[in-house]
């Protein structure tokens, strides 16, 4: 079936390090695919998308690429803060589907 | 207006209570969703209604009974629930396109649930 497959965390890094955090997809078609932020205490919030092959997602200094040659979406960002500290889910949707798959989940730990 | 507001944010029930989880959206979305989160895990869909109408039970046990009154609003019903119900319950709305395609989804905050 259909699934996502996040790194492992913690991800620990120091301010203004440069992130990368891996995303890889196996699916029948061509899925939509999303990275969403928790931060503690809080609901899930959409932080960028992608809809199609070699589209980017980006949004507040994070940015994802869509590489259907290799089934990835790795996230990206390239000076991190500690208001970054969270835990990210990389997510798949296929069309005409209500359901949205979610990895595991990668715990982002930013120190000062 | 990207917001979907859960109450109560905390509830501590016990096992013979009733109680009702709450979501409102005004982005329009005619799907909304019901998901459960335990403690660093990703969120599980229990419940998908569109256009007001059930559509999607994950074969969620019947001690929680979602109800659509309208295109705003989502509840949650629980009773006789156990402690290992206790779990972050999170609400999301999102777009029906043509054919059924479902955008993505915006997420509430959350109730955080404990079961005495």
């Known amino acids: 079936g259909d699934s996502v497959t996040q790194m492992e965390g913690p991800v620990t890094l120091s301010e203004e390090a440069f992130l990368t955090i891996n995303c890889t997809y196996t699916?029948?078609?061509?899925?939509?695919l999303f990275w969403y932020v928790q931060y503690p205490g809080e609901g899930l919030q959409l932080l960028l998308k992608?809809?199609?092959?070699?589209d980017k997602g980006s949004n507040k200094g994070f940015e994802a690429t869509y590489r259907k040659e290799t089934t990835s979406f790795h996230l990206e960002k390239g000076s991190v803060q500690v208001s970054d500290s969270a835990v990210y889910f990389c997510?798949?949707?296929?069309?005409?589907?209500?359901?949205?798959?979610f990895g595991s989940g990668t715990r982002l730990l930013v120190r000062p | 207006d990207t917001e979907v507001t859960q109450t109560p944010k905390h509830l501590v029930m016990g096992m013979t209570n009733k109680k009702s989880l709450k979501c409102e959206q005004h982005?329009?979305?005619?799907?909304m969703y019901w998901y459960k989160q335990k403690a660093k895990k990703p969120p599980e869909l229990m419940f998908v209604?569109?256009?007001?109408?059930?559509?999607i039970n994950e074969s969620v046990p019947s001690r929680f009974s979602p109800e659509c009154p309208n295109s705003s609003l989502l509840n949650l019903h629980l009773h006789a629930l156990q402690p290992e119900d206790s779990a972050l319950y999170l609400c999301?709305?999102?777009?029906?396109?043509?054919?059924?395609?479902?955008?993505?989804?915006?997420f509430g905050q959350g109730t955080r649930l404990t079961v005495v």
């Open positions: 997510a798949l949707m296929m069309d005409s589907s209500y359901k949205l798959i």
């Open positions: 982005m329009g979305h005619r799907a």
């Open positions: 992608a809809t199609k092959a070699d």
């Open positions: 699916a029948t078609g061509y899925p939509s």
């Open positions: 209604y569109s256009y007001e109408k059930l559509s």
């Open positions: 999301a709305s999102s777009q029906v396109g043509q054919r059924t395609f479902y955008t993505e989804a915006f």
